[in-house]
């Protein structure tokens, strides 16, 4: 059976859509991206055009030439009693462009470290011992959690393993913590841009989004953030201070305490994100924690960027009360965390410090290689310098990140556009462009978006790339 999207759904999940004409050919090309993008699954059924032209605020004829241009790239079916429904990329002649295939940077993951495979064989050597066990643990094994525990109070945040909770994966931490913490109508401060994931997880539990401004080179908006903990008083406050996704900021000491005494005032926790914290590529000091000392503090950390993505383990940092909230209601989502990858975890945590040296040449090579790809081939855009994390933020100079995506897709490179990490739309100036991969793929990835950017900024009429190819076919 088809999903079906709400009306209202379907805007939200545009946002500013309308940044170009004719209003058909952008709205399309607006949900070509949501696919692209995976935020609507194949076989979900559309709003009616009648319906959403009324949630827009356009003509009837407006969505019906959007749809019809869909229909033509392969991207929705007509169905009887469904109405209009997605299709799997890669049915279609046209849509053959869009298959997973060539460069994929939508997902900022490093490779594996190198010497996983030797720790997973060195747990799996334990596999007599481990079968004895029930499988799963709700909050995870004691030897873990005092291992991430050590980790912390190293770092000058005293931690007792009753204060973690084993997850798997991070953001399986953040949907917890959304669902055990948040009310409908509730309010979350968080950075714009910000983590799309973390923002979907906050939006599906009803919150309402207050979205405080970074930008690379300038840092957090620091009035703004005032203003907004002072005006809203949030209920959470979901920041990330080091190497921030996508921008690559890292907060200062002034900035900082600047958050920590708004929250503070608000009466509102600090949710820090801490997924890329240990992703340092130059040796920087490093400020005091965020919150350090408060006991409105959540932390939540994983192992996919700093070990491998496969490896879903992730944790969650908090005070004894809080922790046993979340034991409390985690299973009406899952029963715990499994024992092999706990296992496996607990030896990878513990040799941390020798992985993390590694992770940092691997993403210099890779930011150094971007970075002098884009300064050859793209003078005009603006590269930020960062000095850790799993990206660039990428100033374009025009509106055009959806359109320069979408002709990318077509030519073998998949992103994520700028308007993907906005709270509250815009972005459309910027492209997160993940460094994670070899330097070779990276250049030739500068070489397909240099040929897009010429394209879109051509002065052709606006009209999609796969749309283009569509016509051509018939």
């Avoid at 500013?16 to 399309?28: Q, Y």
């Avoid at 809080?322 to 296992?343: C, F, K, M, N, S």
């Avoid at 040296?357 to 150094?368: E, N």
Wanted: hydrophobic letters at 45%.
């Amino acid at each position: 059976m088809d999903s079906r999207l709400s009306a209202r759904a379907l805007v939200d999940l545009l946002g500013l859509w309308r940044t170009s004409e004719p209003a058909f050919d952008a709205l399309a090309d607006a949900i070509r991206l949501l696919c692209l993008d995976n935020r609507i699954a194949p076989e979900t059924a559309l709003p009616a055009e009648r319906e959403l032209a009324a949630a827009l605020g356009v003509s009837r004829t407006t969505v019906a030439a959007a749809y019809r241009a869909l229909r033509s790239t392969g991207h929705i079916v007509s169905r009887q009693g469904s109405g209009s429904v997605t299709r799997p990329l890669g049915r279609t002649t046209a849509a053959r462009w869009f298959d997973r295939e060539g460069i994929d940077l939508q997902q900022a993951s490093p490779p594996a470290w190198p010497g996983l495979p030797g720790v997973i064989a060195e747990a799996a050597a334990s596999a007599t011992a481990l079968v004895s066990r029930a499988g799963y643990d709700i909050l995870g094994h004691v030897e873990l959690r005092s291992a991430i525990a050590d980790r912390y109070s190293r770092q000058g945040i005293p931690t007792k393993p009753s204060q973690i909770m084993v997850t798997t994966g991070a953001q399986h931490a953040l949907n917890l913590i959304a669902s055990t913490l948040l009310r409908r109508a509730d309010r979350v401060l968080l950075e714009t841009p910000s983590y799309p994931h973390a923002m979907e997880t906050f939006r599906r539990v009803g919150a309402r989004l207050v979205g405080v401004p970074v930008e690379s080179g300038h840092g957090w908006d620091l009035d703004r953030a005032t203003q907004a903990f002072a005006r809203t008083r949030p209920i959470l406050a979901y920041l990330m201070p080091e190497f921030q996704n996508p921008t690559g900021c890292s907060m200062s000491s002034e900035e900082r305490a600047v958050f920590a005494r708004a929250a503070h005032d608000a009466g509102s926790i600090l949710l820090i994100d801490e997924t890329t914290a240990d992703l340092a590529i130059d040796p920087l000091p490093r400020p005091q924690p965020l919150g350090t000392g408060s006991s409105a503090t959540i932390r939540v950390g994983s192992l996919g960027k700093s070990v491998w993505g496969g490896l879903r383990i992730g944790w969650i940092r908090a005070a004894d009360d809080v922790i046993r909230r979340l034991r409390a209601a985690r299973t009406t989502h899952d029963l715990g965390t499994p024992d092999l990858e706990q296992a496996v975890a607990t030896r990878v945590v513990q040799r941390l410090d020798e992985i993390l040296p590694q992770r940092a040449s691997l993403l210099r090579d890779g930011r150094d290689a971007l970075a002098a790809a884009l300064a050859r081939a793209l003078p005009e855009w603006t590269v930020p310098r960062v000095h850790g994390g799993v990206a660039l933020w990428v100033g374009l100079g025009e509106p055009l990140s959806s359109a320069l995506v979408i002709d990318a897709a077509a030519h073998g490179l998949h992103l994520s556009a700028g308007g993907r990490f906005a709270v509250e739309g815009g972005q459309e100036r910027h492209l997160r462009i993940p460094f994670t991969t070899e330097p070779r793929e990276l250049e030739r990835a500068v070489d397909i978006l240099a040929a897009s950017w010429a394209r879109v900024t051509a002065g052709a009429p606006r009209i999609s790339p796969v749309a283009a190819l569509a016509e051509a076919v018939v």
